[in-house]
């Protein structure tokens, strides 16, 4: 691939379990979820394309989550969760060590 100028990634892959497009909270995916929907603007529950509250009319939003003055998918928020470290990956050789030690220990 390289000589035709493609670069192949791994997948990202997200550090923070995603969010809710319709309850709000996290670890689960809308299309799995049966709650009422909230608002990610205000604490209204209703779905947020009905929400009145804009930058507009002057309203400051409200997370449905913590209560405070910010969005419900705002990473700053107490609530949300927090990234994971990441973590070096082995490299997975195809030679053990202890195959190795074994095989020179035994020669004659």
Known sequence: MR???IQVEAPYRKRVPGQCHRCQM????AANCY???R?????VPHWT????RS???????SCCNCGQDHTANYGGCPEAPKPKPLVAKKVNSPYRLKDSTA????FP
């Open 3 to 5: 000589a035709l100028g």
């Open 26 to 29: 996290y670890g689960h995916a």
């Open 35 to 37: 709650a009422q929907p």
């Open 39 to 43: 608002c990610v603007k205000c604490l």
């Open 49 to 52: 394309k009905d929400c009145e």
């Open 55 to 61: 930058k507009e009319s002057g309203g400051k939003p």
């Open 103 to 106: 095989k020179i220990a035994s």
